[in-house]
Structure formats: C-alpha cells, structure tokens
C-alpha cells in the first residue's frame, strides 16, 4: 500500500521545521557516532574575549594568540557564551555541577558548595572515563571524582607554586616554574601516563591571566613598544546608572594599586582607595630564586625608575597604568597561548586529534579598562560573557556561532560526550546538538538566560544582583543598596557597550515588561530565595 504522503512521522515533521534536524541528519553529520570521545577543557582565569584574537577586538590585534586562533579555525567559535554568577568559585561549582549558584550552594567566593551534589567528574569517572584536574580548582571543598589531579593552593600562585597531587596525601609541595608552564606540564604527563584503554576528560586550570598578571620571565619585555588602544568607555562617569556602577572598588583610576598590582614596589604612598601594600607584591614573587628575581628586577626595575622620574600625574598617569596593565594582562595571555599550542601538537603527534573534543574557555570574562575597570562581577557584557571556542573531531571548521549557551552546560555536555545519563535535577543542557548542528541552536533551545550574583560585602563592591537578558535586550535588579533596590535595562544591539540605562523609557515599556515576566519566571521557576 502506497503511503499517505500527509501520514508522516513526527521526526520527519520536525525536519522540516526551520532550525530542527532530524536523528538521521544528526548521525550523518556526526562521523563520531559510538565513539566515546576524550574531553579536554582548558579553562582560564579572567580571561577576557577582547584578549583572544580570533574573536577580533582591537585589543587582541596587537597581541595575537595563534594557537587559539588555530582552534577557532579548526571549530565553532561561540559569541554568546556566558555565565551565570561572573566569579572564580561559583563558576566553577556551575561547571562541576551543572547547576545554578544557589542550587549547588556556592554563591560566593568563600563557603558553599553543596558536597553531597554529585560532581560531574565522579559521573564521569563512574561512566568508566579516566578524570583528571590540573591547576586552578580553587572550590571550596576537595578535588573529587578524579584519578589523578595536580591543583593549585586557593587562588594558585605564578612563580614556583605549590601543588598538591593524587600522590601528595594532602601536602602541597612547590615545583619549580612558572604556574602556566607547569600546568601544561602536569597536562601533558597525564596524557603520557594515562589508561590509553579508556577514554578521559582532562580539565586544564590555569591560574593566568588572574591579578595580579605576573607574567612569565621570558615575557616580561613583550608588547613593551606597544601601545594598546583604550576602549571608548574607559573615561565613563557613570551617568544614567545606578549606585552600583558608581559605588564599585574596581577603577584602574582608583582602585588599581601601583605597587601590587603594577608593581612600581618603590613607592612608598599608595595613592589609591585600594589596601593593598608591598608585601603582597613580595609574597608573589617569594618564592624566586636569587637568578630569577635578579631578572625579574632587570626587566621592571629600568621602566619603573623611568616612569617615576617622569613625575606623570592626572590623565597620563591614568593612561600609564592602562598600558602597564594590559600589558602584564596579555604577557600572561601569551604564555597561555603557548601552553595551548602545545596541547594541540600533543594531540597531533599521538593520534589524539580525531577522538578528542577540546573546548576552551574562561571562569567568566574581564574588563580590559572598559567603563574605567578592571575585575568581573558585573552583569555588563564584558564580564558576564566568557569566551568559548570548540573544536569537535570530524564537526564544522572556522564557524562562528551566536548559540545562547551557559556555563552549566558543560557539565551535560560532557555526560552526553560520555553516553552517561545527566542527572535529571542539572539545569544545564547539552551542547552537542549545537555542535552538531554547526553552531546553530537547535528547535526549543533556550531564549532567556538567568545571571546572578551574591558576592557582598566583598573585595571590589559591586552589589547584589540578578538579571536576565535575550540576545538583543538585558535587564538587571540590583538590590539590597543603601540607595534601595533599582533595575537598569539595556539594548545591548543598539548600545553594545551599555552606557544608556534605558529604564523607565516610554519606548522600551513593553520591551522591559517583557524582560521583567521572564525574570519573575525564572525566580519562580528556579526557587530564587534572594532578590
Ligand atoms: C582576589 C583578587 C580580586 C578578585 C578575586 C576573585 N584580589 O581576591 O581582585 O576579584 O580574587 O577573583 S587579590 O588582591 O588577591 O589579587 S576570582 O577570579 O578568583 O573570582
Ligand atoms: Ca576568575
């Protein structure tokens, strides 16, 4: 009997919806199919997408990374890749977990996170893959789920660190080296020695590009006879905005030491807001052997005498430390260039290329001096967005991808790299269909995604607040100031750099009432307890 041409089956109907693909069509473009592919996540430390110069800022144009440039071209670029509370430790949690702050418990930097949740590392290792952390894990509770691992202590520190390993009971014992080289070390010695019957999930941490951007001997001259362009927002006052913008403690004007953090250690007086003295400068470089210190000395001592003899103040001083900054920022970077490069080459030479999927990204994204800062926090674009770029064995090349993607996806995505059912309670969602599909979202992917973040009173002042935002609009509450509670809406297509607060705007209304009814959704939806 023929067919009924109109009887057809739900997933051929689903074909033919814009945006949807069909299993087949899935398996046909998937040439990995039945494999379990190895997973390797290198994540960085407040690295900003600007300092990434296959994303194309004008920053990254003078500082190129051609190793990350290279994965770029080589797979999926994500544009709108963001997370969910823009700090080290919550993210994190979101990424171990696949879970929101104030589900897995770690909203803020100190205590929190929820050990009894399973961590997707233990899943994986339970679903027989060979887990292994290297660097920052910098959560508040024990490296779990992994067979072999080498972390940092806390925040981790840059010159001749200490590590503790699977090996080391609990001690942490200091290497020699600087903290990115060493990660990459520790990297690739755990490719050298791991189970080659089983497949692995492999998490690189560095420590870099986090303050205070002490970059690796060998680059402390780099970029020196550049000069970095400022952002156009770098002079913002602030205006139209609320007490939260203008009360936070991270201006490079105000905020950024010349001591710790540029390291001119001669001065005696820190003219800045900031506590931070000499001796956390020296802690840093504390553990440098008398040769590399002299180096370390050799390299800043010159520069430093010379921008102090040359009595800068005002607008030039402010414009020096700028260009002091970025440039340490993006020494660092550089390093993290290599170290990625080096990974890829080990791939290549040992076969590894085609069965391992390699995904970089950051805890969250950085200023580069946009609205004057330095630091995170914030659920402005330059923060709030994180940059990721995929490279799936056999998957589309050179693509660049505007998909809405979360950092408590990578936790499912991996689980689905594996074969291993995600736990149904993980917020998250796979990636997979994205990669698949070529970056293209597939059918019912999300269109609103919710931020959050709880870290006061803390270190830099920003406040309390959640938001939520599409790929055009972004509204965000800030609460608990002294000046009350207040919301800020922005056109982030129109106004990419967030300086028009659009709130209460007549011709935004129904724009922000729209806004305002998902992120009363999501709160109720996902049991939000503060706001
Ligand atoms: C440290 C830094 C802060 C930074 C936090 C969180 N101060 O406390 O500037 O915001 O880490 O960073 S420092 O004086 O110790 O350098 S995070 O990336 O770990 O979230
Ligand atoms: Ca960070």
């Not at 590590?163 to 080391?168: F, G, Q, R, T, V």
């Not at 290599?338 to 290329?353: F, N, P, Q, R």
């Not at 993980?426 to 609103?448: A, D």
């Amino acid at each position: 009997m023929r067919q009924n041409p109109l009887a057809i089956s739900g997933a051929l109907l689903l074909a033919s919806l814009p945006g949807t693909i069909t299993p087949e069509e899935a398996l046909a473009q998937d040439k990995n199919e039945g494999k379990r592919l190895n997973i390797i996540h290198i994540m960085t430390d407040d690295h900003a997408f600007q300092a990434i110069s296959a994303y194309g800022h004008p920053l990254s144009r003078q500082a190129p990374t051609p190793n990350m440039d290279r994965l770029a071209e080589e797979g999926i670029r994500f544009d709108r890749a963001y997370v969910e509370n823009s700090l080290s430790t919550p993210s994190r949690a979101c990424l171990m977990t696949g879970l929101y702050s104030h589900q897995n418990g770690q909203r803020t930097l100190g205590k929190g996170i929820d050990t009894t949740v399973t961590f997707v590392s233990e899943l994986l290792r339970q679903g027989g893959y060979q887990t292994a952390m290297i660097g920052k894990w910098h959560m508040q509770c024990e490296p779990k789920g992994f067979d072999y691992f080498y972390v940092f202590r806390g925040q981790g520190e840059y010159y001749n660190p200490v590590l503790k390993s699977h090996l080391s009971n609990g001690q942490y014992l200091q290497e020699e080296g600087y903290a990115t080289n060493l990660v990459t070390k520790h990297a690739i010695e755990f490719l050298e020695e791991r189970d080659k019957d089983k497949p692995f999930c492999l998490y690189v941490h560095h420590k870099a590009p986090h303050r205070n951007w002490l970059p690796d001997i060998k680059y402390l001259d780099l970029y020196e006879d550049v000069t970095f362009p400022l952002p156009d927002n770098f002079h913002d006052d602030y205006s139209g905005r609320g007490q939260a913008a203008r009360d936070q403690l991270m201006s490079i004007d105000k905020d950024m030491t010349m001591i710790y953090d540029l390291k001119v250690g001669e001065l005696d007086k820190e003219p800045t807001r900031a506590p931070h003295t000499k001796q956390m400068l020296e802690w840093g470089l504390s553990r440098m052997d008398s040769v590399t210190r002299a180096k370390w000395e050799a390299a800043y001592g010159p520069k430093n005498k010379a921008m102090l003899e040359s009595g800068l103040e005002g607008e030039a001083l402010l414009e020096w430390k700028f260009q002091r900054y970025v440039k340490d920022y993006l020494r660092c970077i550089r390093s993290v260039d290599d170290s990625v490069g080096e990974i890829l080459e080990y791939l290549d030479s040992h076969g590894l290329a085609d069965n391992t999927i390699v995904v970089y990204t950051s805890d969250q994204g950085f200023y580069m001096g946009e609205h004057g800062w330095f630091d995170k926090r914030f659920m402005y674009e330059e923060s709030y967005r994180t940059p990721l770029i995929i490279r799936y064995p056999g998957g589309k090349a050179g693509i660049v991808s505007d998909a809405f993607i979360q950092n408590i996806d990578f936790a499912p995505t991996y689980l689905d790299v594996a074969g291993v059912d995600a736990p149904e309670q993980m917020s998250g969602r796979s990636l997979l269909p994205v990669i698949k599909k070529g970056g293209k979202e597939p059918w019912k992917w999300r269109k609103y995604m919710y931020y959050h973040y709880y870290d006061l009173p803390s270190e830099h002042n920003v406040l309390k607040h959640d938001g939520v935002s599409d790929k055009r609009y972004k509204l965000i509450h800030f609460y608990g100031g002294s000046e009350g509670d207040y919301s800020e809406f922005y056109d982030i297509r129109k106004d990419p750099s967030e300086m028009t607060n659009l709130y209460g705007d007549k011709r935004y209304k129904r724009r922000i009432a729209r806004l305002q009814r998902q992120l009363d959704k999501f709160r109720t939806e996902l049991s939000i307890d503060e706001y």
